[in-house]
């Protein structure tokens, strides 16, 4: 590293406008709009992907419920047409 002041101050220089150019930056920055803290949102935000988790895990299970009924059904008229013949 150069021992010379113009070194220095050119170093000097270069941090001083980053520094400038970050802090331009950060005055643009705006916090984010505060959500109103009330129940009704904070149980929807806790409880909604808890609900739809569990109904996507459940919806097999209700899908294959759902074809064992059908079957039943369907095997029960086949039955009944049999015995009206």
């Known amino acids: 590293m ?4 113009d070194h220095v101050l050119d170093a000097i220089d270069g941090v001083v406008d980053e520094w400038e ?5 950060a005055m643009r920055w ?3 709009e505060s959500k ?3 129940l009704l949102r904070e149980v929807t935000d806790i ?4 609900a739809t988790a569990l109904t996507e895990a459940f919806r097999p299970l ?3 419920v759902t074809r064992v ?3 039943l059904v369907d095997e029960g008229d ?7 013949r």
């Open 69 to 71: 009924l059908d079957n």
């Open 21 to 25: 150019t970050l802090s331009a930056d």
């Open 78 to 84: 086949e039955e009944d047409r049999r015995q009206d």
């Open 62 to 64: 209700g899908d294959a």
């Open 36 to 38: 109103s803290d009330d």
């Open 30 to 32: 705006a916090p984010p």
């Open 47 to 50: 409880f909604g992907p808890l």
């Open 2 to 5: 150069p021992r010379d002041p």
